[in-house]
C-alpha cells in the first residue's frame, strides 16, 4: 500500500518534490541533499511499486509520479478513515 511506501522519509520527500514536476536522480540528490545511491535505491523501490514511472531523456531518466495510483489510494485512505469513523465506538465481547 502506499502509506508503507512513504512512511520511509526519504520516500515521502522525493514524493514531494515529484509532485512539483518530473526530475531525474541528479534533481533529486541536489533537492533532497542525499547521497546518490541512497536517492536511486529509494528511486528504485518506488519504481517497482509502481508509484512513479521513467521516461528516458537521452542519457537520463526523468521520474514522474504514477497520479492514478496516488489517486486509488486517496480513495482507498479515506473509505478507511469513513470505516474507522463509523465504528469508533464499537466494542466486540471478549469470549
Same mark, same amino acid.
Given at each position: 500500500?502506499?502509506?508503507?511506501?512513504? =512512511?520511509?522519509?526519504? %520516500? =515521502?520527500?522525493?514524493?514531494?518534490?515529484?509532485?512539483?514536476?518530473? =526530475?531525474?536522480?541528479?534533481?533529486?540528490?541536489?533537492?533532497?541533499?542525499?547521497?546518490?545511491?541512497?536517492?536511486?535505491?529509494?528511486?528504485?523501490?518506488?519504481?517497482?511499486?509502481?508509484?512513479?514511472?521513467?521516461?528516458? %531523456?537521452?542519457?537520463?531518466?526523468?521520474?514522474?509520479?504514477?497520479?492514478?495510483?496516488?489517486?486509488? *489510494?486517496? =480513495?482507498?485512505?479515506?473509505?478507511?478513515?469513513?470505516? *474507522? %469513523?463509523?465504528? *469508533?465506538? *464499537?466494542? %466486540?465481547?471478549?469470549?
Amino acid at each position: 500500500m502506499v502509506a508503507g511506501l512513504l =512512511a520511509d522519509p526519504v %520516500r =515521502a520527500r522525493i514524493v514531494r518534490v515529484l509532485a512539483r514536476g518530473p =526530475a531525474c536522480v541528479c534533481h533529486l540528490v541536489e533537492d533532497l541533499d542525499l547521497k546518490q545511491p541512497n536517492v536511486s535505491n529509494h528511486v528504485r523501490v518506488l519504481r517497482h511499486a509502481g508509484l512513479i514511472t521513467g521516461e528516458n %531523456r537521452g542519457k537520463f531518466t526523468f521520474y514522474h509520479l504514477n497520479h492514478v495510483m496516488l489517486d486509488t *489510494a486517496a =480513495a482507498q485512505l479515506s473509505e478507511l478513515a469513513a470505516t *474507522a %469513523r463509523e465504528h *469508533a465506538e *464499537a466494542r %466486540r465481547d471478549c469470549a
